[in-house]
């Protein structure tokens, strides 16, 4: 069996392509690909429950005892000749303006023409012998008047599929989409793109391994290159010593900076108090309908800031309230409530992120995200990592990866909505639709609805929004505002309690 992974150029979704010889019978078996390997630390000591994950593929895995691990596609079992067909030959999809196709093997003749709705020959988008490689072809929308066109591929002179054009496509008026025929240029021939294994573990710098074409068997082994010494035990300080409120409640303020920042350099802002911590380390805090408590490093307006929402009001008095990153993640935060029931919750940040130096945190994003995403880090340093759709320099209209959900949205009947609407939750139907919101941005909207909660499938493939899932996957409980409808199946990092009491807030850099 011969393995692959192809994604083009800002074609959003990876492609797990699976080519397999026919066997006996005219029936054929997939042969499973295994990855093993072992995962160690910077001192090749092996490390216990490191994750793996390998996003094309939708594998994971965690290291035993003694580092080790497997990641296998497993045997497809039998398949017929019609679908080892079309595994062999990849059906093509569309991207904005764009159909994407691949030819896995040299000197295949292919065919793309266009009909509309009546079965009329309207043009050939394709008609040359290929090399293999991934390719693109611009569809020139505008001239096409219709709505409804087909699409046929022809292999060496065999129909391999008809398939029905996007309106994204054939409804489309840019001036600046065209055949590459009508054009007079060559077609397109992307670049094939790695798969990654990623792999991570509280306390330690995730790594990422880029993966090219395998069969078989292959052993790699992965270090994590920074072990991070965590006191958790002392990360909230003495609660016992946290003063009694004369108000609703007692905020409590900690410098948690790791020694980048003196507490007469962590500024806190409520309800137009500014204050250091050196200066004022608790807050009397009364009951108010709706406030930000914000925060600064370094000076009291510098650009190193960030801040909680919260609520405080009712009878009998519910603290609700949350850390976001819906827009951005700035600053390290992480909060602790507790309440005269003996009720307890952490949000936000886990440990291991208020422990790593800033330059690590913004590496370790760009490690486990793809390439799409990379921006998010780069656009925002060194104050932020920029929350995709909002304003992010890579996602929006005209940008680099514009469309990076369009085949996603396409393939799951919502070829309307942008790229940038869908991260932030805006336009029809993102903007009113949190169960679907949540399920585009996790990519599971191509599943059953009664699937759509089932956190273990969630960022298992691109596209998807993995600023969201990075988040995730270092914050208490896995619980995080990344977008905003998180909320969606009770992800987000948000706390509703009666009768609070105190409310720790650790500031880190």
């Known amino acids: 069996m011969q393995l692959f992974y192809e994604k083009g150029d800002a074609m959003g979704k990876i492609r797990l392509c699976i080519l397999a010889a026919m066997v006996a019978a005219g029936c ?5 690909v295994s990855i093993t390997g072992k995962v160690t630390d910077s001192g090749n000591k092996a490390l216990l429950g490191a994750i793996l994950r390998m996003p094309g593929a939708r594998l994971s895995a965690e290291t035993d005892a003694n580092g080790n691990y497997s990641l296998s596609s497993g045997a497809v079992g039998v398949v017929s000749p019609a679908l080892m067909q079309q595994r062999a030959v990849p059906q093509p999809f569309f991207s904005a303006g764009k159909v994407c196709f691949n030819v896995p093997e040299n000197g295949m003749h292919f065919k793309m023409s266009i009909f509309d709705c009546h079965g009329r020959f309207v043009r050939d988008l394709v008609n040359s012998t290929l090399a293999s490689g991934n390719y693109s072809a611009r569809v020139d929308a505008k001239a096409l008047s219709s709505q409804f066109y087909l699409l046929r591929t022809e292999i060496n002179g065999v129909t391999q599929y008809v398939t029905k054009l996007p309106p994204l496509l054939s409804g489309a008026t840019s001036a600046s989409t065209r055949t590459a025929a009508s054009a007079g240029q060559p ?10 294994i990623v792999v991570a573990k509280a306390g330690y710098f995730p790594a990422k391994l880029a993966i090219e074409t395998l069969t078989g068997t292959h052993d790699f082994t992965l270090q ?31 410098n948690r ?14 309800n ?3 204050k250091t911590i050196a200066q004022q380390s608790t807050y009397d805090m009364p009951a108010n309908s709706s406030g930000r408590v914000t925060f600064h490093l370094g000076t ?14 009712g009878n009998p008095v519910v603290w609700n309230g949350n850390t976001t990153r819906v827009d951005a993640w700035a600053l390290p935060i992480a909060i602790w409530l507790h309440c005269g029931d003996g009720y307890n919750a952490i949000l936000g940040e886990e440990y291991h992120i208020f422990y790593m130096n800033r330059d690590s945190v913004f590496s370790a994003f760009k490690n486990s995200v793809p390439v799409e995403f990379i921006h998010c880090a780069t656009n925002g340093a060194p104050y932020k990592i920029i929350a995709p759709g909002k304003g992010d320099g890579g996602f929006g209209a005209n940008q680099q990866y514009a469309d990076y959900m369009l085949a996603y949205l396409t393939e799951i009947g919502h070829s309307g909505p942008t790229t940038e609407q869908v991260f932030a939750c805006a336009g029809t139907p993102y903007g009113n639709n949190a169960q679907l919101a949540g399920a585009t941005n996790r990519h599971v909207a191509q599943l059953p609805q009664a699937q759509w909660n089932d956190v273990s499938n969630f960022y298992r493939q691109a596209p998807a929004n993995f600023y969201a899932q990075f988040l995730h996957a270092n914050s208490f409980q896995h619980k995080c505002y990344g977008f905003a409808y998180d909320d969606s199946a009770n992800q987000a990092a948000y706390a509703s309690h009666a009768n609070p009491k105190w409310l720790i807030i650790a500031i880190g850099y």
Do not use: C
């Open 28 to 32: 054929g078996f997939a042969q499973a």
């Open 187 to 196: 077609l397109r021939k992307e670049a094939a793109v790695m798969d990654t």
């Open 257 to 270: 900076t790791n020694g980048a920042f003196a507490d007469s350099q962590v500024f806190w802002t409520f």
């Open 224 to 254: 994590l290159s920074q072990n991070l010494t965590i006191d958790s035990a002392n990360f909230w300080g003495d609660t016992s010593a946290i003063p009694k409120a004369n108000n609703v409640m007692t905020y409590v303020f900690l």
């Open 272 to 274: 137009g108090t500014t």
């Open 300 to 313: 009291a307006n510098s650009r190193y800031t960030d801040f909680i929402e919260h609520t405080i009001n």
